[in-house]
């Protein structure tokens, strides 16, 4: 009896998964994105064993250069994919260093129970012992497991399964560079065999109260990190250039030095919505400002994620504080 395998669509969008070099060697200086998805397909007979697959190369980018607009065009067209008929599942290739935000931004957008895998690489599909297609096997079988559905979008890097939510890149070039901190995993994948241990503890896709439809355009949100005598009028020259947010990476559980404080103060005099988060990566952070929002456990790159997008359906502080701690 033939057996029926799941439709998986791979949506394609560069990063190192996608990059090509001259030299096997060379692990560093090499051009993301310069292939197409169907390269790195080639190298994997196998993974049709796994689902009927179709392909598009949604972009060819180094994900350095990623922005809101990219991700959000890259979010419409997943949701246009996921709300067809015949696909069970997404699967979603990306350079590694914007990933942890592309991978939150649809997490808190996709409306749908469909599994949604993102996956990348840290050494070019042109180098010896390149980990992208081996990545890209597992997140096809993490994909086609029905326990996969409701669980958020996942990502999946070096046999592990992460929550989009937690996870984020901690190393700069080893193939172990994803993990979620003292959240761990949500399970495993070895030669697309999957194990979950785990479930997404925050609200994601369908129960959040943010919509792409809801979205014309994304208003500006800075990172303003803290540091020992850091100038704080960088802060009103990041309201002065248009910010309509400020994510503060405060220090410990969300503090800042007196001057900040003040700079803090006059932003928020002018209705710019202004969260702090911390620059500790774990634990969670308090406002030690009225006004000021505190965004949890997110890291400083998670929260200004949420509120561009709180601030782009037009949520007020009340809702956003909750999303804080909700998403
Ligand atoms: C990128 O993010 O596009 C380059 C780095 C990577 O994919 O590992």
């Known amino acids: 009896m033939m057996s029926i395998k799941p439709k998986i669509q791979i ?6 998964i996608a990059g090509l070099a001259d030299s ?32 598009e190369n949604f972009c060819q980018v180094a994900s350095e250069n990623a922005n809101p ?34 991978a939150y931004f649809l997490n808190l957008l996709l409306k749908t129970s469909k599994p949604v895998v993102l996956t990348g690489a840290m050494r070019p599909l042109s180098a010896y012992g390149t980990d992208g297609p081996v990545n890209l096997y597992n997140a096809v079988a993490v994909a086609a497991t029905p ?39 949500l399970g495993y994948v070895v030669a697309g065999q999957v194990r979950f241990v785990a479930w997404p503890g925050q609200q994601h896709t369908l129960d959040t109260e ?35 947010g400020v994510v503060l ?13 003040e700079q803090l103060q006059k932003l928020l005099e002018r209705g ?23 965004s949890a456990d997110l890291s400083p790159q998670k929260a200004r994620i949420l509120l561009m997008l709180a601030l782009a359906c037009g949520k007020k502080n009340i809702d956003i504080e909750r999303y804080f701690r909700l998403y």
């Open 210 to 244: 943010l919509y792409l439809t809801d979205i014309d355009n994304l208003p500006p949100v800075e990172i303003f990190y803290m540091a020992a005598g850091v100038d704080a009028r960088l802060l009103t020259a990041m309201a002065d250039l248009g910010a309509a």
């Open 69 to 102: 607009a990219l991700w959000l065009g890259l979010t419409k067209r997943a949701n246009e994919i996921l709300s067809a008929d015949n696909v069970d599942a997404l699967v979603i290739t990306a350079g590694t260093d914007t990933m942890e935000e592309l």
């Open 272 to 294: 710019i919505i202004c969260a702090v988060a911390s620059r500790t990566q774990s634990g969670f952070t308090v406002s030690h400002l009225p006004g000021l929002l505190p």
């Open 147 to 185: 326990e996969s559905q409701r669980r958020g979008v996942l990502l999946v890097m070096n046999d592990t399964i992460l929550s989009a939510r937690q996870a984020t890149k901690q190393d700069s070039f080893r193939l172990h560079s994803f993990g979620s901190g003292e959240f761990g995993p």
């Open 11 to 16: 949506l394609a969008s560069g990063g190192t």
């Open 24 to 55: 096997k060697l060379d692990f560093l200086g090499y051009t993301a994105g310069a292939a197409r998805v169907e390269e790195v397909l080639a190298a994997l007979p196998e993974i049709n064993d796994l689902a009927d697959l179709q392909v």
């Open 249 to 261: 990476a405060g220090f410990g559980n969300g503090t800042f030095s007196d001057a900040v404080k």
